[in-house]
C-alpha cells in the first residue's frame, strides 16, 4: 500500500501567479512533491496541498 505525506503552502491574497507557480515548480522539482489539492477561497488566498510518496525499505532475509 502506497503512502503519502503532505506538505501545506499558503499563498495570500496579493501573490501574482507567476510567484505561486515558481513556487510550485521548486518544491515539484527539488522535493519531489506533486499536486494534491488547490483551494481558493473567497478572500482570494489559496491553499495548495502538495504530496510525495514515502519509499519504505523492505527487510530481506
Do not use: C, N
Not at 29 to 46: I, N, T
Not at 53 to 59: E, F
Amino acid at each position: 500500500m502506497l503512502e503519502y505525506e503532505y506538505q501545506e503552502l499558503r499563498f495570500p491574497r496579493g501573490t501574482s501567479r507567476s510567484t505561486a507557480r515558481q513556487a510550485l515548480t521548486d518544491h515539484a522539482e527539488y522535493g519531489r512533491w506533486e499536486l494534491a489539492r488547490v483551494r481558493v477561497y473567497l478572500d482570494g488566498s489559496r491553499r495548495v496541498t502538495l504530496r510525495r510518496k514515502i519509499i519504505r525499505q523492505m527487510r530481506t532475509l
